[in-house]
């Protein structure tokens, strides 16, 4: 009963930590004004923003995500307009899909936590294979659907599309290429949070890979340990 217990934790923990890969990039950068200037600079968005005020309105983006404070109209420099109704309506609905993502983020934490607790036990090799084994397979699936993915999003624009037709079905996400909200967020900022979203995510799962690979050569030696103490 015991290990049957801990295979289903390693197969829901496969699951799970795959969610967790997956979004622990995007928790880290969604919210970093850092990364956004960063962004801002390589695609050019200060030459059409001043660049304090695409820190203002990047900033009443976080605090509307975070917290659902009103937006607040100020006068933007280069003639600029403030974001519109229909705008902040978009910004509405990214803020439910984002809290639902950071919802299924802490839900599968949490889980995966339990899940590793789950494979603690006494005879060491159990308990270092089950967690090499949770910790490989979630890795090595998750870099094969991440690089499926990259290569499916060559056609950026087509996917961003399709992304924005099932998430948004409401279909208020088409705005004039001129408006303030596509000009702080063209069409090139989203490809390279894409891009750092999914190089994190390989990242992390080689880090995880390396350490379960670095557990099964260290239960390798504990069994070679073990049966020249028999000899």
Same mark, same amino acid.
């Not at 607790?117 to 006494?122: F, L, N, S, W």
């Not at 996917?159 to 705005?175: C, D, R, T, V």
């Given at each position: ?19 967790? %890969? ?16 960063? $962004?801002? *600079? ?8 001043? #660049? ?9 983006? =976080? ?11 100020? @006068? ?15 910004? *509405?609905?990214?803020?439910? $899909? ?13 889980? /995966?936590? @339990? ?6 036990? #006494? ?9 090499a084994v949770l910790l490989i397979t979630p /890795? ?11 290569? %499916?999003?060559?056609?950026? /624009? ?30 090139n900022f989203f490809y390279d949070f894409f891009?750092?979203?999914? =190089?994190?995510?390989? +990242? ?6 390396? @350490? ?9 030696? +504990?069994?070679?340990?073990a049966k020249n103490e028999r000899h």
């Open positions: 009963m015991r290990n049957t217990v801990k295979k289903l934790a390693v197969i829901l923990g496969t699951i799970t930590l795959i969610i967790v %890969m997956v979004f622990s990039p995007f928790r880290f950068y969604v919210f970093n004004l850092n990364f956004y200037l960063n $962004l801002y *600079e390589k695609n050019a968005v200060f030459d059409t923003v001043d #660049k304090q005020d695409a820190i203002r309105l990047t900033e009443n983006i =976080f605090e509307y995500f975070k917290h659902k404070t009103q937006f607040v109209p100020f @006068i933007l420099k280069n003639n600029l307009p403030y974001f519109t109704t229909d705008e902040i309506r978009h910004l *509405e609905d990214v803020r439910v $899909l984002f809290n639902r993502i950071f919802l299924t983020y802490y839900i599968c934490l949490g889980l /995966s936590l @339990i899940f590793i607790i789950i494979q603690i036990d #006494k005879n060491k090799s159990n308990f270092l294979k089950n967690i /890795s090595l699936i998750l870099i094969f659907l991440l690089l499926i993915i990259y290569f %499916m999003g060559q056609n950026f /624009s087509f996917s961003f599309e399709k992304f924005h037709l099932l998430f948004f079905p409401q279909g208020n996400y088409a705005f004039p290429e001129d408006s303030t909200l596509i000009t702080l967020l063209p069409l891009e750092r979203l999914v =190089f994190s995510s390989i +990242i992390i799962s080689v880090i995880l890979t390396s @350490i379960g690979i670095t557990f099964l050569i260290f239960l390798r030696k +504990i069994k070679i340990r």
